[in-house]
């Protein structure tokens, strides 16, 4: 089955800074590859996703990267702000929608003033 | 817009005993997904629905059983509860048949088993 790792499981930034989260994954039939945020006591919510067909995807602040190739894929959130404070989970399907995804073991990300 | 509805939100019962867990999808998604997140733990799939037929099943335990109703709402059935099933159950919804159509999370329901 797929498996999907994190890194890194905590990240700490300042305020203004950008953040990198990188995950990768094990089956090389994955093509479709959500990320998550989730604040405490709270469900994930979605905040950008990316399918095998593409390499880059941007929304604002967050932008998702994927090497197909490395079997690998990167959050990056630029100028970082207090309320982006929360565990980013990674994840990936094979069926090229939501359905069965495998998650990452998380990142909790803590923006500092 | 409609969410994802689960009930209850916490619930806590004692070993051994049984529980139920509800879930509403978003009008119109034809497809449920049960989550079990432990404590710290990312979200572990455990089974999932598509027009009331069960699509998928992951890690979910023997003693776990779900099944979607004709209103699409679905419900987790848990008995001979242990220590270990203490944790946040996500219901999640999505429209399978639908182009880029992502996983909406419900609130979750909090089980603690003492």
């Known amino acids: 089955g797929e498996n999907v790792e994190q890194h890194p499981s905590t990240l700490s930034v300042q305020e203004g800074d950008s953040a990198v989260i990188k995950c990768t994954y094990s089956?090389?039939?994955?093509?479709?590859f959500p990320w998550y945020k989730q604040e405490l006591g709270k469900r994930p919510q979605l905040i950008i996703d990316?399918?095998?067909?593409?390499g880059e995807k941007k929304d604002q602040r967050i932008a998702v990267t994927l090497n197909k190739t490395a079997k690998h894929f990167s959050l990056h959130i630029t100028e970082t702000q207090p309320e982006d404070s929360a565990v980013y989970f990674c994840a990936a399907s094979n069926t090229g929608t939501a359905s069965k995804l495998t998650f990452g073991t998380g990142t909790r990300l803590q923006v500092t003033l | 817009a409609a969410g994802v509805i689960q009930s209850p939100r916490h619930l806590i019962k004692e070993k051994r005993e049984t529980a139920t867990l509800k879930c509403y999808p978003i009008p119109r998604h034809d497809t449920v997904y049960w989550y079990q997140q432990g404590p710290g733990q990312d979200p572990q799939f455990l089974i999932s629905f598509y027009e009331k037929m069960q699509s998928d099943k992951g890690s979910i335990p023997d003693r776990f059983s779900a099944q979607q109703f004709s209103d699409y709402h679905s419900e987790l059935n848990m008995s001979s509860l242990e220590l270990g099933d203490s944790a946040l159950y996500f219901c999640?919804?999505?429209?399978?048949?639908?182009?880029?159509?992502?996983?909406?999370f419900g609130n979750g329901t909090r089980l603690t088993v003492t």
């Open positions: 999640a919804s999505s429209l399978e048949t639908g182009i880029n159509s992502p996983l909406h």
């Open positions: 089956d090389s039939a994955s093509n479709y």
């Open positions: 990316i399918r095998s067909n593409v």
